[in-house]
């Protein structure tokens, strides 16, 4: 099964099967190597996305920088690496748009305007940049072998919930044709633990499963997402964090950075 190509039209009907809306918003998280091989490659995957949704639908992938020193230019900064070949391929497109800032989305169709043009979002999943758009917009969170570890998604409602963890960053944007170093406080750790939404999602019948191309896919709603982690985080703030002496420098970091006030004892 593993070498066997799965063809253009087969990826779009494993899609519309798993739940693709046909005009909707998806917001697309992937590992190429685990859906591969497919015909076309990268392309052909991002068509069958496209077949799926329609001309009227719109395409979103991440596309943020994973370098923090230099100035963000969308027209030849290339997306993070571990963002994969497909979110590459995708930010290269004819008719693509992308954000101007470092913490950016690209996208394709009716609504990318509407996702992508939004100002310098601190922290990356505020509310009013573009993770926070496709929220608004009731899009749909396409997770293609990838866990929910890679779902950006619950960093937004980790901000709705006003976790109490802020890690400090920085990223560099051009003002007047001038490099400026731009400092803020993140809601990051190793997000190993966001896979707890599986469990959320499953014991309510929000989120659908199955195969596409030769990966595991997950689809869901933003909101239903959202609306769950919003739940589990009123109980229980640094849920996400793994328990202290656990070896986690990042959830030890994120840890460090809390007063003690900010959360019940």
């Given at each position: 099964m593993s070498g066997f190509e799965v063809s253009r039209t087969e990826l779009a009907a494993q899609?519309?099967?798993?739940?693709?809306?046909?005009?909707?918003?998806?917001?697309?998280?992937?590992?190429?190597?685990?859906?591969?091989?497919?015909?076309?490659?990268?392309?052909g995957l991002i068509a069958a996305l496209g077949d799926a949704l329609g001309p009227d639908g719109t395409l979103v992938m991440p596309s943020w920088t994973g370098d923090d020193d230099a100035?963000?230019?969308p027209a030849t900064t290339p997306a993070a690496e571990d963002l994969g070949v497909l979110a590459q391929t995708f930010r290269r497109l004819p008719g693509v748009l992308r954000s101007d800032h470092p913490?950016?989305?690209?996208?394709?169709?009716?609504?990318?305007?509407?996702?992508?043009?939004t100002p310098l979002p601190l922290p990356p999943a505020a509310p009013e940049g573009p993770i926070g758009r496709v929220h608004g917009l009731d899009g749909q969170v396409l997770l293609l072998g990838v866990g929910h570890d890679a779902d950006t998604t619950l960093h937004l409602a980790e901000l709705l919930a006003r976790v109490p963890y802020g890690v400090?960053?920085?990223?560099?944007?051009?003002?007047?044709?001038?490099?400026?170093?731009?400092?803020?406080?993140?809601?990051?750790?190793?997000?190993?633990?966001?896979?707890?939404?599986?469990?959320?999602?499953?014991?309510?019948?929000?989120?659908?499963?199955?195969?596409?191309?030769?990966?595991?896919?997950?689809?869901?709603?933003?909101?239903?997402?959202?609306?769950?982690?919003?739940?589990?985080?009123?109980?229980?703030?640094?849920?996400?964090?793994?328990?202290?002496?656990?070896?986690?420098?990042?959830?030890?970091?994120?840890?460090?950075?809390?007063?003690?006030?900010?959360?019940?004892?």
């Open positions: 899609l519309r099967t798993l739940g693709v809306r046909r005009g909707g918003v998806l917001l697309v998280h992937a590992s190429f190597r685990a859906v591969r091989p497919v015909e076309g490659g990268p392309h100035p963000f230019d913490f950016a989305c690209a996208a394709l169709g009716p609504a990318a305007a509407r996702v992508v043009d400090p960053k920085h990223c560099t944007t051009l003002r007047d044709g001038r490099a400026v170093r731009v400092d803020y406080r993140e809601n990051d750790h190793c997000c190993q633990r966001f896979a707890l939404a599986d469990g959320w999602l499953r014991a309510r019948g929000l989120q659908a499963e199955g195969r596409v191309g030769h990966a595991h896919a997950r689809l869901l709603r933003a909101r239903d997402v959202v609306a769950v982690a919003l739940e589990a985080l009123a109980r229980d703030p640094l849920l996400f964090l793994h328990p202290p002496g656990e070896g986690c420098e990042e959830c030890d970091e994120a840890r460090r950075s809390v007063d003690p006030a900010a959360v019940a004892t």
